[in-house]
């Protein structure tokens, strides 16, 4: 029984069945995490989306913000655009069975026991675990509901950028939805910065990477995340691991093996347009 751990697809199904080709992966007995981004950019976000909901209980996934455009586009708030390459997947005779699967998916995975925390985009350093549970409860609560076409109609907005209990309603949701799923920097009292796309080496001070600055997360705990593909899985601390390896954009799908921390990867088979 292994667990396998694989960055963002973003529709690129056959290297996704080729990558776990090569780890030799079977949902009867393994485990297979994927940090969010299941569609667009890449050619086959049908096919990527049918085959992770076939795995049933072997699969642990995370919503990323081209899975939440996606319900925006299927809800007819957010516009359709060509490059995302959405439109065998919005035609399908299955669509309407798929986004509703999809939007009932988290947004935050914990396994308390191999102390793994998984969110598409990271854990804000103003958050401790308790908060970011709750958080994330909030948000697939109304993603899961039928009020969710005006969740996504309110969700686009890069304020409120700064945590407090205090916060309520849609903006509290926009927030947390911005931390799991778009956050890179931040400002270094962790203020979120959701501007800034630039490699590490080019961000402006005095911005730093979500995972530079001190964590409230209880020690021993791993984050695994995607989202940030410029980052080539690379500069993070010890116990931070990036997965999106920029599969879609002509570079890998990458697999982490959790029990041995050894890393697989599967070379894009399609030239980014």
């Known amino acids: 029984m292994a667990t396998y751990l694989i960055g963002d697809i973003h529709g690129c199904y056959h290297e996704l069945r080729h990558l776990l080709d090569k780890v030799s992966f079977d949902p009867a007995q393994d485990t297979l995490w994927l940090t969010g981004d299941l569609v667009a950019r890449g050619p ?35 516009r359709n655009k060509p490059r995302d390459k959405l439109n065998d997947l ?19 995975q914990v396994d308390e026991d191999k102390k793994i925390i998984m969110a598409h985009a990271g854990i804000t350093p103003q958050w401790d675990l308790e908060t970011a549970k709750m958080c994330a409860r909030e948000v697939e609560a109304i993603l899961s509901s039928d009020s969710y076409p005006l969740f996504i109609n309110s969700m686009y907005g890069d304020l409120p950028n700064n945590w407090s209990p205090e916060l309520s309603g849609l903006a509290r949701l ?6 799991l799923t778009r956050m890179r920097y931040c400002f270094p009292n962790g203020q979120l910065d959701m501007i800034c796309k630039d490699k590490p080496q080019d961000a402006p001070a005095p911005l730093k990477p979500w995972f530079d600055l001190p964590s409230q997360l209880s020690n021993g705990y791993s984050i695994i995340f995607g989202h940030w593909a410029s980052l080539e899985g690379k500069g993070t601390p010890d116990n931070v691991y990036a997965l999106d390896t920029g599969c879609c954009w002509g570079g890998n799908l990458t697999c982490l093996r959790w029990e041995d921390k050894q ?11």
């Open 90 to 108: 919005l035609n399908a005779p299955d669509a309407d069975e798929l986004i509703n699967w999809l939007r009932r998916q988290p947004v935050l």
């Open 174 to 179: 926009r927030f947390s939805t911005n931390a």
């Open 44 to 78: 086959d976000s049908l096919e990527v989306l049918r085959f992770v909901k076939s795995l049933g209980s072997s699969l642990k996934l995370v919503l990323g913000n081209h899975d939440l455009h996606l319900l925006g586009v299927f809800a007819k708030i957010s």
């Open 263 to 273: 890393y697989f990867t599967q070379s894009s088979l399609s030239a980014p347009k």
